[in-house]
């Protein structure tokens, strides 16, 4: 007879199974549905429809480049038009009375498509990062930035928390600048058996390449603004407290750290239009604005540097905008605005963008497989230009870098410590594989 515990792992896996064939079969006949709501009601209508919305599409977006890179009348004139594309696709559906059908066959074919994922999901999505138990902590030496965030280390009452479960909380009061790094040098030779950090991505960066160096555990709390660091490590960004859970109930992570310049970096580093607008004064008072004024220029090249990148074997000339991160984004963010599924890659992600038309802004919806955008990953990046030192955002913070800059990652550098319950850890959705869909949906349970 069969041990219990086997029996019981095969019940799970078959019944898993048994529900993933069954979310293929729903996502087959939701996309069918979808193509006969069209075909019943709209008929042969159905290839103005799509033509009509195609159409729309495209010149929202090349009204959205006539925005960024225009000034004047001329950008007003654009942003009406982005503004009155989609406007015109709503109104030809409903003179046509097929606004409803539309709006339900693009709700069928979202949810073919979530069903689709949902059954595809448990194989075709890359592994979590593996976790081993944390060890005790004596000494854990924690350095919080009050102006971080709007004040988020006083308003969640970090360093109360902190010294409750045991850290030595040190705080950056002054007004003067602290080298954090050398701070976090210090309490290292004075015996602290971890260091941490309540504070911005630029702060956590410095601390984490002081762990890694002297291979002590690193626990990121996400005090800053946006955090994506610890959004990638799946941390609650709304509630910075419960990072210190991984005091009393943490796990580890062996993550890669990236360096760009000799400098370290735990998201990205952005070269280009982006770059430059981060090195204005204005930019920290008025972003939108800021960016509004100087893309102009930068996309149209009347100012910037022409940059030239060598990733691994490939040579990228002349592109707008190159972002390399520390491990490569989900397959469809082509602005390192999305996640990373895993850390611990020991690979660089490069996407470079060279937009020179609106049709190839229109392109960009595209995402990666847009002819202006080209994506790699490469385990170094070198990136010269023609000029001596060129404007560069590491990890968001405005830097200026002789040339070359060599980018690189150090895999498993790092040793970062997370509580065991993470409510955002993340699993990149699979791209949607209709043959694999189909060929899921036609299984027939063996006997």
Not at 361 to 373: E, N
Request: glycine share 12%.
């Amino acid at each position: 007879m069969e041990p219990t515990t086997h029996r019981r792992t095969k019940h799970r896996r078959t019944t898993q199974q048994r529900g993933q064939r069954w979310l293929a079969r729903g996502s087959l006949a939701a996309a069918a549905a979808a193509v006969l709501v069209l075909a019943v009601f709209a008929g042969l209508r159905t290839f103005a429809l799509l033509g009509a919305g195609i159409l729309g599409t495209a010149v929202t977006a090349a009204a959205v480049w006539w925005v960024l890179s225009r000034r004047g009348p001329a950008r007003y004139l654009a942003l009406l038009l982005a503004l009155a594309a989609p406007v015109w696709v709503l109104v030809e559906y409903t003179r046509a009375h097929l606004l409803w059908v539309v709006l339900v066959s693009g709700g069928l074919w979202l949810l073919a498509a979530g069903a689709g994922r949902a059954a595809l999901g448990p194989r075709s999505s890359p592994a979590p990062m593996p976790e081993t138990a944390a060890p005790a902590f004596h000494r854990p030496v924690l350095i919080m930035n009050p102006r971080s965030g709007g004040g988020k280390v006083d308003r969640f009452g970090l360093r109360a928390k902190a010294e409750q479960l045991g850290a030595d909380v040190v705080l950056l009061e002054g007004p003067e600048p602290v080298d954090v790094a050398a701070l976090a040098r210090a309490r290292a030779a004075a015996g602290a058996d971890l260091l941490g950090v309540a504070g911005g991505d630029g702060t956590q960066a410095l601390v984490a390449d002081v762990a890694a160096e002297l291979g002590l555990p690193f626990l990121v709390i996400p005090a800053g603004t946006r955090n994506h660091f610890a959004l990638d490590l799946g941390l609650d960004r709304e509630d910075p407290s419960k990072a210190l859970d991984a005091l009393s109930d943490g796990v580890e992570l062996r993550v890669d750290l990236g360096r760009a310049g000799g400098l370290p970096f735990v998201n990205n580093v952005s070269f280009g239009a982006y770059a430059e607008v981060v090195q204005s004064p204005a930019y920290r008072d008025g972003k939108t604005r800021t960016t509004l004024d100087l893309l102009p220029d930068l996309l149209a090249r009347h100012k910037g540097a022409e940059l030239t990148a060598r990733v691994d074997e490939h040579e990228v000339t002349g592109p707008q905008a190159l972002l390399v991160s520390n491990n490569p984004y989900g397959a469809r963010d082509i602005a390192g605005l999305g996640r990373r599924t895993r850390l611990d890659g020991g690979i660089l992600g490069c996407v470079g963008v060279r937009v020179t038309s609106a049709a190839q802004a229109a392109g960009l919806l595209r995402g990666s497989r847009s002819a202006g955008v080209t994506t790699w990953s490469a385990a170094s990046v070198v990136v010269d230009a023609d000029q001596d030192s060129i404007p560069v955002g590491l990890d968001g913070e405005a830097v200026r870098m002789d040339v070359p800059v060599r980018i690189e990652v150090r895999p498993g550098a790092l040793r970062v410590i997370v509580p065991r319950q993470r409510p955002g850890t993340y699993r990149e959705r699979p791209p949607l594989d209709w043959r694999g869909i189909t060929g899921l949906a036609l299984t027939v349970r063996r006997p």
